[in-house]
């Protein structure tokens, strides 16, 4: 190996170094919060000398977080199905099926991509007001699910890569559309169907801005919303409390992540090369 392709070898890895730091220093950082004592959330030394669970009993028992963390996995579960359901359908069609305004409907969802959610916070308010949607987590729900326009084109992407001589043959058999997209195209899409229900469930799980429009009642808030009570209303300053409910509301993404890692591997690595 020349020298040049050594001293370049050693800076990527440092490069890799410094980025993986700054990446874990953070959440070590909050995790060591969590334990301190006091209401603080800096610290003099990297490693509290005195170590606390009372921040998480204070937690589980003074506040409603239990509570927020059912709501919000109740409410991300169903936007993550619908979403499938709606992005597995759509694809399919715009993949296989040939019908008018094809083209300019693929545009279409790209061009709605660029606009953030939260240029229709007005439009929501509006809604919310005239039909009485209030407080009514059916309705965020199926606001949250419809915003699927960019896993529509994902997994349209990575059905155009399965055979089409799969369908031919199916349909030579007398097979219908419904066979060949239930019993062909959803088994071979599996890793990428998976990559979509873990994105958008992380995406509920940390929305804000919508939530936040349509839930008004504590019995109502989810996860982020709670946790914004922590240092806005009552809570106001103890952010090692905050800390603590961070801490904890992360493990559910964890495990998620833990339990569906080798589908997440296979979709994503299926796209970059397939793609």
Known sequence: MKRTQRTGLWISRLVIWIAIFCTLFPAYWIFMASFSEGQSFFSATLFPKALTTQNYERLISETDFMRWVGNSLKICL????????????????????????????LMTLLVLQVFPSSMAVSGYYILIYRFGLSDSVFALILVLAGGSAFNIWLLKAYIDTIPKELDEAAFVSGASH?????????????PQLAVIFVFSFIASYSEYVISSVFLNKPG???LALGLQTFI??????????????????????MVMFMFMQRFIQNGLAATGVKG
């Not at 993550?80 to 300019?104: D, E, V």
């Not at 603590?244 to 992360?250: N, T």
């Open 78 to 105: 169903w936007v993550s199905l619908i979403q499938l359901f709606l992005t597995s359908t759509s694809a399919y069609a715009f993949s296989r099926l040939r019908f008018p305004g094809r083209k300019n409907g």
């Open 178 to 190: 419904r066979v060949v997209f239930t019993r062909i195209i959803l088994p071979l899409a599996r």
């Open 220 to 222: 109502n808030h989810t």
């Open 232 to 253: 806005t209303n009552q809570f106001a300053a103890n952010w090692t409390l905050f800390a603590a409910a961070a801490v904890l509301s992360s493990l559910p993404i």
